[in-house]
């Protein structure tokens, strides 16, 4: 934290790199962008104390509750989008030499607003693309005019660390458990506290090979390891999968990256075009289907019973299979 928010030159793997004054001045302030980006996202801010039990509740008020939008949390938005735009006027070039290298964010940004035009709910899905191009583009501008690559990983670190400390002071309220005992934190439920477990898990690996000292790696290690308990608390079946196989998957992609001397996106276009492959051959000379095969792993290929979840999205599938709902 302290080399974070008081030294203005950082010293890691790649190099050194020291400021001048307006670089300096933008660099501040894409790092306040960044950290309210990630608190406001993290629901650090608005933390869940006042978890509404959803079995008790109708689903269709549920929906119509969360349709609504929130003024506060709009003028947020906007107002963070504003500050980043502040980095785009003074440096410009920086801003849209970065355009390209994301073309594919601005893909999806662009579809989710034209989705409009065949939505079911229209105005929903325009108020909700456009939140989204809100929040994407704080996040792009924030990390585009970072002073260096991992200074966003480190500030996700410490966001991390306060919603860590945020989560074990919760173990003392009487919201802190769900009605089927599973561990949910300040995030309002277990699989919401796991997904974020997931990540700080990630963050923390990052970190933990990149800070030298020893004292650092020490509290990153005290991090990890309640993270890791946090998880397992939470039951989220799915993270708790993911937090292992992520960083494996990572690390081997890595090693055949550096084997065969190309860039790691391509060999894991190449693994996946392997394993769709090697799906279809199953399926036509043995006629074992994804269904099927997923059931060898797992008794319960909806995944917990989530058989009406699943209808429902085929269903939409069949009757809207070209271009969706709409956002």
Not at 94 to 102: D, Y
Not at 181 to 209: D, E
Not at 310 to 322: Q, R
Request: glycine content about 6%; proline content about 4%.
């Amino acid at each position: 934290f302290i080399m974070v928010t008081t030294s203005d030159t950082y010293t890691f793997d790649c190099g050194e790199q020291t400021l001048d004054t307006q670089d300096l001045w933008a660099s501040r302030l894409a790092d306040f962008v960044f950290l309210s980006f990630v608190f406001l996202t993290l629901g650090v801010l608005s933390p869940s104390v006042d978890v509404v039990e959803f079995s008790k509740l109708e689903i269709r008020s549920v929906v119509a509750g969360d349709s609504q939008s929130n003024f506060i949390n709009q003028a947020t938005w906007m107002l963070l989008a504003a500050l980043a735009s502040i980095l785009v006027l003074k440096q410009p070039s920086r801003f849209f030499s970065a355009v390209p290298l994301v073309w594919p964010l601005f893909l999806v940004l662009v579809y989710c607003l034209a989705s409009a035009a065949w939505s079911q709910h229209p105005e929903l899905t325009v108020r909700r693309s456009v939140a989204l191009i809100v929040t994407a583009y704080s996040l792009l501008v924030s990390v585009t005019y970072s002073s260096h690559p991992m200074r966003p990983a480190l500030l996700c670190y410490i966001a991390f660390w306060v919603l860590l400390v945020m989560n074990i002071a919760s173990f003392l309220l009487p919201v802190a458990f769900d009605e089927s005992g599973y561990f949910r934190g300040v995030a309002g439920h277990k699989n919401a506290l796991g997904a974020t477990a997931c990540l700080a898990i990630f963050t923390g690996i990052v970190c933990f090979s990149e800070v030298k000292s020893a004292a650092l790696k020490l509290g990153c290690s005290l991090y990890l390891a309640m993270w890791s308990m946090l998880l397992l608390l939470s039951v989220s079946k799915t993270s708790i999968v993911l937090a292992g196989l992520v960083p494996i998957a990572v690390w081997y992609l890595d090693v055949m990256s550096r084997f065969l001397r190309i860039n790691s996106a391509v060999v894991l276009c190449g693994h996946l075009f392997f394993g769709i492959t090697l799906g279809f051959l199953i399926y036509y000379s043995v006629g074992l289907g994804p269904l099927d095969i997923a059931r060898a792993l797992y008794p319960d290929v909806t995944f917990t019973g989530r058989t009406p979840i699943w209808s429902f999205m085929m269903g939409l599938l069949n009757d809207h299979w070209l271009l969706g709902i709409g956002f």
